[in-house]
C-alpha cells in the first residue's frame, strides 16, 4: 500500500521513504550506459593503421599497444584518436547520468507497512 505525505498514518502501521528515479532520469542513465558501453569498446578494439604498400599495419589496441618504437610510431596518432574518443565518451556518460539526474530528481513516497510483533519467532 503507497500512501502520499498527506495521509494520515494508521497506528499500527509503520512508515518507510521510497526515492525512486523518475522516467527522465532513468533515460538518462540508459543512455548513459550505452556511452559506457561505447567507451569500453574503443578501448579494447583492435586497431590497425594503413601502411604505403597498401597493407594494414595491426597495433594492438589503446591499452596494449605494440611493444617496439617503429610500431609505436605508425600507431600512434590512430591511439590517440580512440583515448580520445573513448574519455569523451566517458565524460559524456557522466555529464548525461548527472546532468538528467539533476533535471529531472527521484520521485518520493511513503510506504506504509504492518508493523511487527516484536515477539515473534523469526525463521
Known sequence: MV?????????????????????????????????????????????????????????????????DAFGSTICGGVRDLNLARAVGLAAAAAVTAIGGLAIFGFDRSIQLRARRDEDAEDF
Open 3 to 67: 500512501a502520499t505525505e498527506g495521509d494520515n498514518a494508521d497506528a499500527g502501521a509503520e512508515t518507510r521513504v521510497s526515492r525512486v528515479p523518475r522516467r527522465g532520469a532513468r533515460v538518462a542513465f540508459l543512455l548513459a550506459a550505452l556511452m559506457v558501453v561505447g567507451a569500453v569498446y574503443f578501448l579494447f578494439v583492435p586497431l590497425g593503421a594503413p601502411t604505403q604498400g597498401g597493407g594494414l599495419w595491426r597495433c594492438g589496441t589503446v591499452l596494449k599497444g605494440p611493444q
